[in-house]
């Protein structure tokens, strides 16, 4: 992650937008801290795709409740 200073990011800002959007994360400096960072946006598309897919595989991990038994069973055997 390359960094520059406040003052360098007010007199670029379209130039430091422009490489966020091809990947690059880009870290602002007020006195030497890090105070702000430029980073690409993801694609709401991309995003809602893991969502799902990481839903899909923890549905797969999760095993099957036994034969004759409820969620609400389990939520009352957890009360108790």
Same mark, same amino acid.
């Given at each position: 992650? $390359? @960094?520059?200073?406040?003052? =360098?990011? +007010? #007199? $670029?800002?379209?130039?430091?937008?422009? !490489?966020?959007? &091809?990947?690059?994360?880009?870290?602002? @400096?007020?006195?030497? $801290?890090? /105070?702000?960072?430029? @980073? *690409?946006?993801?694609?709401?598309? /991309?995003?809602?795709? &893991? /969502?799902? /897919? !990481?839903? =899909?595989?923890?549905? #797969? #991990?999760? +095993? *099957?409740? *036994? $034969?004759?038994? @409820?969620? +609400?069973?389990?939520?009352?055997?957890? !009360?108790?």
């Amino acid at each position: 992650m $390359k @960094t520059v200073g406040l003052f =360098e990011a +007010k #007199q $670029k800002l379209s130039e430091l937008v422009e !490489r966020a959007s &091809e990947g690059e994360e880009i870290g602002i @400096t007020r006195r030497g $801290k890090l /105070a702000a960072m430029i @980073t *690409p946006v993801r694609s709401r598309s /991309a995003s809602v795709e &893991e /969502a799902f /897919a !990481r839903i =899909e595989r923890i549905r #797969q #991990q999760v +095993k *099957p409740l *036994p $034969k004759g038994m @409820t969620t +609400k069973d389990l939520i009352e055997e957890g !009360r108790r």
